[in-house]
């Protein structure tokens, strides 16, 4: 399994990136989607939201195949949803991000011809007013990120380098907000899967604010 991981982490065709913040959290992600591989990619859509709203309080962004990852945030939002209806209560950040984990973790494991490889960030508020984000890696483990993550999406390695610079404990969701495009648009100018527009959430106890979006157009000058 760690075999197809690797396999797939450069394939992923995604920037993903999460921040956490003094005063909450920051989620950024391209646009581009491609398919193939093996030097015969190519261009899918050109406008995909890659951070999605699970509801009114949970983001998730997702690298991996499309069909998979439809799939498991159609899942998470639906059981989500159930609970609350059960419980009367949400569940926390913690318990969503779990319960994707339980469930990447029982798709690789299932006999297949095409396994399902997923890795996700999950980012939300608490009823307390935590913001927090929570990283599932494609094999299905979860745990909560402490300052940054990429997952495993293909711009991971010109993200991590540019935040192992400009990370700070202290940041607040302001500075956060220009840092993630800083990211996306580092991976963009090197990752060939990632590109055509930027969107970054920021989560605090306020809410979900869509606090980015941006769509990049090519300009050909002489």
Request: hydrophobic share 40%; aromatic share 4%.
């Amino acid at each position: 399994m760690n075999e197809e991981i690797s396999k797939n982490i450069l394939k992923s065709g995604t920037s993903i990136v999460g921040i956490v913040c003094k005063d909450g959290v920051v989620m950024g992600a391209d646009r581009r989607s491609t398919a193939g591989g093996g030097g015969t990619s190519i261009v899918m859509a050109k406008n995909k939201t890659k951070i999605r709203k699970v509801n009114d309080y949970i983001v998730a962004a997702y690298t991996g195949g499309v069909s998979d990852l439809e799939l498991a945030h159609k899942i998470l939002s639906a059981e989500l949803r159930i609970k609350e209806l059960r419980t009367k209560s949400r569940a926390s950040v913690e318990e969503a991000a779990n319960l994707l984990a339980m469930s990447t973790y029982r798709s690789i494991r299932m006999p297949s011809m095409v396994p399902s490889i997923v890795g996700t960030l999950i980012a939300g508020v608490d009823e307390d007013g935590k913001a927090s984000i929570h990283t599932i890696e494609p094999a299905g483990a979860a745990s909560e990120v402490e300052d940054y993550d990429a997952n495993f999406s293909s711009g991971m390695p010109y993200i991590l380098g540019l935040l192992e610079r400009q990370y700070r404990k202290d940041i607040t969701v302001k500075e956060a907000i220009e840092l993630a495009k800083e990211c996306i648009k580092a991976a963009i100018e090197r990752d060939p899967g990632s590109g055509n527009g930027i969107d970054v959430f920021a989560i605090t106890k306020e809410g979900v604010k869509h606090a980015v979006s941006e769509k990049i157009i090519p300009q050909y000058t002489k």
